[in-house]
């Protein structure tokens, strides 16, 4: 390992080099695997339970890296771990990994999908797979709302956010960089981060 | 054939909206797929989507049926790439930058303030695939039921998708 390396290793990348072939096995693995959406946990049960090759501490930065970023969780954690591990070529293998048993499930799916003649039953089983599908997504963000979401200002974005597509169609683009940019100006960074808060406790006590 | 370029176009711009997963860029999709270049109909954008629920792995590979269906099996690798390269580069980036950012304030600022706008999307997506994926009394409960049971139990929900396939097969053809 070239000093370079060394110096810009995170904790992770110090343990015993994981070759590419070994972190695209894995990742295959969980690719082909983890159904039912939540690869999230799939990942921390084979990448820190497992393989012991990440602790939680270090799992959770992953995470937080992913979720701040565009792209999905799946792959940006396979990026993020296979880099952490091995490099650029761990990267690229887990991102493989990752990708194709989905690539070829999906892809498959087009092609029973065009074949007219079962089109008429993929339909309908698919109309109460979306029925089902809107439960699950319903569910997942409920959970990650009720974890994450803090205080009145939170609630304003998330609903900003849900009228500036729903209600007044400005699409996607403006209303990320809109609600986005005023949601993030709202969470500036303090000169000193303890004393407005103090300060404004105090304000609240003052009024009692 | 011809449509690759447009293909690469479209699932490279979506890829930049997914923001805190692939329901935040659904409105925009269903825009660009729907309206603009007339590929799928809303139904089977809606159909699509669904299956992707269905796949291991990450669930907007079903950018690769979209491919599939508009252009073959070329069609899938270019949609496929073109959504999955680009902010894998970008997360590659930051990744190595990351701890070097620890120290800038708007780190946090950005984390903070991306959070409820990641969920408002994901609200606005799905709002948006609703209105396509619920027509009726059953469609409705088959989503409810499928909420309270993922909230409140520990049960893979590909069952539920599963659940949801057989229900379908036998109660909503046409």
Request: proline share 4%; with cysteine.
């Amino acid at each position: 390992m070239s000093t370079a390396q060394t110096a810009a290793a995170s904790p992770a990348a110090s343990k015993t080099a994981v070759s590419p072939l070994e972190i695209f096995v894995t990742f295959l693995i969980i690719g082909a695997t983890s159904f039912g959406g939540g690869v999230v946990a799939y990942l921390r049960d084979a990448l820190v339970a497992k393989k012991k090759w990440f602790d939680d501490v270090e799992f959770l930065e992953m995470t937080s890296i992913s979720n701040t970023l565009p792209g999905l969780n799946a792959t940006n954690m396979a990026i993020l771990a296979g880099d952490r591990l091995a490099g650029w070529l761990g990267a690229t293998g887990a991102m493989l990994g990752m990708c194709l048993p989905a690539f070829i499930f999906m892809t498959a799916a087009g092609m029973i999908y065009s074949e007219s003649h079962a089109r008429p039953l993929a339909s309908a089983a698919l109309r109460g797979v979306a029925a089902a599908a809107v439960g699950l997504i319903a569910a997942t963000w409920f959970k990650i709302g009720k974890k994450s979401l803090r205080g009145f200002y939170d609630a304003v974005f998330v609903m900003a956010a849900i009228l500036g597509i729903n209600y007044f169609k400005w699409g996607v683009p403006i209303t990320l960089l809109a609600v986005g940019a005023v949601a993030i100006f709202t969470y500036r960074p303090h000169k000193a981060p303890e004393q407005p808060a103090q300060e404004q406790e105090d304000w609240i006590n003052s009024l009692h | 054939m011809d449509q690759l370029p447009a293909l690469a176009r479209v699932f490279a711009y979506l890829s930049l909206l997914t923001i805190g997963g692939g329901m935040a860029a659904f409105p925009e999709m269903k825009v660009l797929i729907v309206d603009v270049h007339r590929w799928l109909t809303a139904e089977q954008l809606t159909h699509v989507y669904s299956t992707g629920q269905m796949s291991p792995g990450p669930n907007m590979m079903m950018v690769a049926e979209v491919g599939y269906l508009v252009s073959g099996v070329l069609g899938a690798l270019v949609a496929a790439v073109a959504f999955f390269v680009p902010t894998g580069i970008l997360t590659f980036a930051v990744g190595r930058i990351w701890e070097r950012l620890a120290n800038w304030p708007w780190r946090d600022s950005i984390q903070k303030g991306l959070g409820p706008v990641a969920i408002g999307l994901a609200v606005a997506g799905l709002i948006t695939f609703g209105k396509t994926a619920i027509t009726g009394w059953l469609t409705l409960l088959v989503g409810v039921i499928t909420f309270v049971l993922v909230v409140r139990t520990k049960i893979n929900p590909v069952f539920f998708i599963l659940g949801g396939a057989v229900i379908g097969l036998f109660a909503l053809r046409q």
